[in-house]
């Protein structure tokens, strides 16, 4: 079974930066889709971006487009989100996830069937 473990999480102030890593345990995942989201207290989980593994190809929210770079080492099976210019409205619980599911919507969660725990971002204004 996989498992994924996010970490890099954390409290920054607006305009600062962070960076989160996604490790993946116990199958490599190069040829899956990857994606991040996020979610806050009574709304719905939203995409942030997501990558495929072989082609590379990106999708970004148009609300961090420009600021958040998402990025993959497949030798590493780790997945990366740098999120630079952070903003108050960033704060969010960030979770990784990964797709083995053919032809799906990739900005919504239920195209992917691997989940990791969360970890919080909190930005202050």
């Known amino acids: 079974q996989v498992q994924l473990v996010e970490s890099g999480g954390g409290s920054v102030q607006g305009g600062g930066s962070l960076r989160l890593s996604c490790v993946a345990f116990g199958y490599s995942w190069s040829a899956w889709y990857k994606g991040w989201f996020r979610q806050v207290p009574g709304k719905e989980r939203e995409v942030v971006a997501f990558i495929h593994s072989g082609s590379e190809t990106t999708y970004y929210a148009d609300s961090v487009k420009r600021r958040f770079t998402i990025s993959q080492d497949n030798a590493k099976n780790t997945l990366y989100l740098q999120m630079n210019s952070l903003k108050p409205e960033d704060t969010a619980m960030y979770y990784c996830?990964?797709?083995?599911?053919?032809?799906?919507?990739?900005?919504?969660?239920?195209?992917?069937?691997?989940w990791g725990q969360g970890t919080q971002v909190t930005v202050s204004s």
């Open positions: 996830a990964a797709s083995t599911l053919a032809y799906r919507d990739y900005r919504t969660p239920e195209s992917y069937n691997f």
